[in-house]
Structures are given as structure tokens and as C-alpha cells.
């Protein structure tokens, strides 16, 4: 008999229960013997629940238990999750996590200690979701160069997105119809500024270069100066604006960014609506490939934490993890990236055009119907640190949008 502690009682963690009672049957045979929930670390109490007399309060006594071989951590956030999950592989534990902000920050020294030690620290729940992304690259496409990673991985922004184009709902509306709904959190900075989508982007990253790519290092830009006079232009262009986390190759350099993009109809994920997350890659030999699914809720996320203690439970003795070293890889300079750009200008097309053609080169100009005070424009592609000298110039500029 496998016996495992799960930290933490909330949305995943009491879904991780529900998915391992529920199918325990099955679990058993994939894992080739008994695998059973010993503890719950939580606050609260839950009586009249399967949970009520598996609680304890006291993260040592899971510590100190040498029956426990696994401990799941789906607490959420760096602390206490850091300390007991460094505490729980330094005492031979092998560690399976959901927490992209304690695997953006520390995955690095917490890969190496469960190396160290021949045990595993195991996060595909960590990025996607219940979409499965971080085996497939290390297992089916280990002998792929992946040449770029771009995904809606927030699912809070991407519902937010959907509703501007779809209902030309504002901003603000659709943010408190998220909150509403329980999309979005009281406080919902980490989604719509893009921090979260920058930490799953970071650990995508990290997998694909072997070296720590750290998520304060990675050009990061909400959806909150997105209006819906964006959305109406985007309509003009046949486009819709996604949030886009991304990693690309450059020889042999990388380059991340999270922003808000316009994406064409021709491209993968023009068509990710409301919540649904989905990742593209490209990889040198396989080409384009589409990973699609429920980005976050109880139960897809705590399939993905299942699966990976159903590997922790096969591979005792042995390191089965996608593991980076370190070492800290510098990123590309946004500057030097290149791209198409959107721009939204005051002013009559008759007395700029002309100046903007010899500023940026061609451009395709868009207009709003009978909105006379502002026009938009594609440039051709040009470097990012181009665009920003050129467009100094012109103070009338009042939005940029990077086009994918």
C-alpha cells in the first residue's frame, strides 16, 4: 500500500480526493498496488465529509510519518507551500505540486534536492491545467527542438476577451460578470495584469531550454488598457485580440513575452473561446501541434495531479520529472524582436499618412466608421525597439497592439 498527504482541502485538493475515491478501482491497477489518502492538512474541520477523520493541523506529523511516500501540494501560493515541500523531499518524500507560483520561483532548487535524492517533484498541474503539455514535451517530443511555445494560458482573461468580441461588452462590465461568476477574484490582478500566464510561460520555458527562465525577467502586459474600441478595430481587421503567453527561439537565444495579441483567423488559436485554454508548439521535426482544454476548475486540474502521483507511486526509486538546471538563461531583448504592430493614432488619415509612410514604411490603414477623431494602422514587420523610436514621434498615439 502507496499511503499519500494531501496539503490543502480547497478546490483542487479536495478534488484530488473526489478523483482518487471516485476511481480508486482503476487508480490501484495503473499504479500496481493500493494507493490511499492517510492525510488532509487544513485549518478548518470538515465534518460529515469522506475527509472528516483523514484532517490533521500539524504539517509534522506528515513529516515524520515514514509511511507517507507522497505528499501533494495544492495550497496554492510561495508559503508555507515552499517550506513544507522542501521539508517533505528532504525527508525522501516525493512531492507532487499544482503551484505554478511556487514552481516559477523555486522549481529550480526543488528539481535539484528530488534529483539529488532519486525521488520526484512531479507539476503538470501547474501550467494548462487538466491539459497534459509538460510530460508530452519531455516524453513524446524529448527529440523535437521546440521552436516556440504560444498559449492562452489564463482562462479568466481569455472568458473576458470572448465577451468584449462577442457581446461588445466594456472592460469593466465583463471583468465584474468574471468576479460574478467565479472566474475572477476579488482582487483580480494576477490574471488580468498577466502575471499568472507570465509564471506558466516562465516553467514552459525553463522545460524547453534547460535553464531557469525567470518569470520577473519576461515582458509582461495585462488586458486592462484593452477597450472596446480595440475590439471594434480588431473587427475591422477580421481579428480578435487573445492574451498570449510565448516563447520562441531565436538561433540560440529565447525570447518571452506576455501581452494582449491580434490574431488572424488563420492561426490556431483565433478560435479559443471563453474559459478554454489551448498551447501551440512547434518543434523542428513534428511541426504544428495543438494541445486544447479546460485550463483550470477542480476537477480537470486534479486529474493532472492524479496522474502525476500515479508516476510517483510507479517510480519509487527513480526520477521520472522535466528537471532545468539553475543556472539562469538571459532572454532575448524584447528590442530586438520582430513583428507587425497595430496602432491606434488621433487624428485624419489626409494629414498623416504620409508622415507615418515615411516614419514606418507601408502601412494598411482601418477606420471606425464615422469616428473622425482617430484612425489605426498595421505597420510591415520591424523590430519592437524600432517601433518605440519611431512611434516617440508621434505623440497622437494612444494604443500599440503586437500583431501575431
Given at each position: 500500500m502507496i499511503k499519500i498527504a494531501v496539503l490543502g482541502y480547497g478546490t483542487v485538493g479536495s478534488g484530488v480526493a473526489e478523483v482518487i475515491w471516485t476511481n480508486q478501482e482503476l487508480i490501484n491497477k495503473r499504479v500496481g498496488e493500493e494507493l490511499e489518502i492517510k492525510y488532509i492538512l487544513d485549518l478548518r474541520e470538515f465534518p460529515g465529509t469522506p475527509a472528516e477523520h483523514l484532517i490533521v493541523h500539524d504539517f509534522d506529523q506528515i513529516v515524520n510519518d515514514e509511511e507517507v511516500k507522497i505528499v501533494v501540494e495544492v495550497m496554492g501560493g510561495i508559503e508555507p507551500a515552499y517550506t513544507f515541500v522542501k521539508k517533505s523531499l528532504l525527508a525522501g518524500k516525493s512531492v507532487v505540486t499544482s503551484n505554478k507560483a511556487l514552481v516559477a520561483k523555486h522549481g529550480a532548487e526543488l528539481l535539484a534536492i528530488a534529483k539529488e535524492r532519486n525521488i520526484n517533484f512531479l507539476y503538470e498541474a501547474s501550467v494548462g491545467g487538466g491539459i497534459p503539455i509538460i510530460r508530452p514535451l519531455t516524453t513524446s517530443l524529448t527529440g523535437d527542438v521546440i521552436e516556440e511555445i504560444t498559449g492562452i494560458l489564463n482562462g479568466t482573461t481569455n472568458y473576458m476577451m470572448s465577451k468584449m468580441y462577442h457581446e461588445?461588452?466594456?472592460?469593466?462590465?465583463v471583468l465584474k460578470e468574471a468576479q460574478a461568476m467565479g472566474y475572477a477574484e476579488r482582487d483580480p490582478s494576477a490574471d488580468v495584469e498577466g502575471h499568472d500566464a507570465c509564471r506558466k510561460i516562465a516553467i514552459l520555458s525553463s522545460i524547453i531550454s534547460g535553464k531557469l527562465v525567470d518569470f520577473e525577467d519576461i515582458y509582461t502586459e495585462g488586458i486592462t488598457k484593452?477597450?472596446?474600441?480595440?475590439?471594434?478595430?480588431?473587427?475591422?481587421?477580421?481579428?480578435?485580440?487573445?492574451?498570449?503567453?510565448?516563447?520562441?527561439?531565436?538561433?540560440?537565444?529565447?525570447?518571452?513575452?506576455?501581452?494582449?495579441?491580434?490574431?488572424?483567423?488563420?492561426?490556431?488559436?483565433?478560435?479559443?473561446?471563453?474559459?478554454?485554454?489551448?498551447?501551440?508548439?512547434?518543434?523542428?521535426?513534428?511541426?504544428?501541434?495543438?494541445?486544447?482544454?479546460?485550463?483550470?476548475?477542480?476537477?480537470?486540474?486534479?486529474?493532472?495531479?492524479?496522474?502525476?502521483?500515479?508516476?510517483?507511486?510507479?517510480?519509487?526509486?527513480?526520477?521520472?520529472?522535466?528537471?532545468?538546471?539553475?543556472?539562469?538563461?538571459?532572454?532575448?531583448?524584447?528590442?530586438?524582436?520582430?513583428?507587425?504592430?497595430?496602432?491606434?493614432?488621433?487624428?485624419?488619415?489626409?494629414?498623416?499618412?504620409?508622415q507615418l509612410e515615411t516614419t514606418f514604411g507601408p502601412i494598411t490603414v482601418v477606420t471606425l466608421g464615422d469616428n473622425n477623431d482617430e484612425f489605426g494602422f498595421v505597420t510591415e514587420e520591424m523590430s519592437e525597439g524600432a517601433y518605440e523610436r519611431e512611434a516617440a514621434k508621434f505623440p497622437q498615439i494612444c494604443q500599440m497592439i503586437r500583431v501575431k
Open positions: 461588445n461588452a466594456d472592460y469593466d462590465a484593452i477597450s472596446q474600441t480595440d475590439i471594434q478595430y480588431a473587427k475591422a481587421l477580421e481579428m480578435k485580440i487573445k492574451l498570449l503567453a510565448s516563447c520562441t527561439r531565436d538561433g540560440d537565444k529565447l525570447c518571452a513575452i506576455v501581452a494582449p495579441h491580434l490574431v488572424s483567423p488563420e492561426h490556431p488559436l483565433y478560435n479559443i473561446e471563453d474559459v478554454f485554454n489551448s498551447i501551440f508548439v512547434k518543434g523542428n521535426m513534428l511541426g504544428d501541434s495543438m494541445f486544447y482544454g479546460s485550463g483550470a476548475g477542480k476537477l480537470p486540474t486534479a486529474s493532472a495531479v492524479v496522474g502525476d502521483i500515479v508516476d510517483a507511486a510507479k517510480n519509487p526509486n527513480r526520477s521520472v520529472m522535466a528537471t532545468w538546471d539553475e543556472e539562469k538563461l538571459e532572454l532575448e531583448d524584447k528590442a530586438d524582436t520582430i513583428k507587425k504592430y497595430f496602432v491606434r493614432i488621433k487624428g485624419a488619415v489626409a494629414d498623416l499618412k504620409a
